[in-house]
């Protein structure tokens, strides 16, 4: 079964660094551009940062330019999100997400790993 394991959530301070990790099973990562996205209570569930099948490119969402990377590794079948300068704001269930580059039809979803910026 296709499946998509976050891991590196937590409790962190304003300004603090945290780095999650999503791990991919029986799938192949190379066919997929990955994303990470995110919802807070009360809020809807935006985007993040996305990333190319091969890692020739990134994008991010407005709020978290300049302060998180996503990055890839297929030959590990894993996708990292490094986070630093945190804020509150940041607070969320954090999703990983993969999306055939050439059938969008197929794609998956993690259960999510909960990311508190709090002093």
């Known amino acids: 079964q296709p499946r998509l394991v976050e891991s590196g959530g937590g409790l962190v301070q304003p300004g603090g660094s945290l780095r999650l990790t999503c791990a991919a099973y029986?799938?192949?990562?190379?066919?997929?551009?990955m994303g990470w996205y995110r919802q807070a209570p009360g809020k809807e569930r935006e985007l993040v940062a996305l990333?190319?099948?091969?890692?020739?490119?990134?994008d991010y969402g407005d709020s978290v330019k300049g302060r998180f990377t996503i990055s890839r590794d297929n030959a590990k079948a894993t996708v990292s999100l490094q986070m630093n300068s945190l804020k509150p704001e940041d607070t969320a269930v954090y999703y990983c997400?993969?999306?055939?580059?050439?059938?969008?039809?197929?794609?998956?979803w993690g259960q999510g790993t909960q990311v508190t910026v709090s002093s």
């Open positions: 990333i190319t099948s091969t890692g020739g490119r990134t």
């Open positions: 029986a799938m192949t990562l190379s066919l997929y551009a």
């Open positions: 997400y993969a999306e055939m580059d050439l059938n969008s039809k197929y794609n998956f």
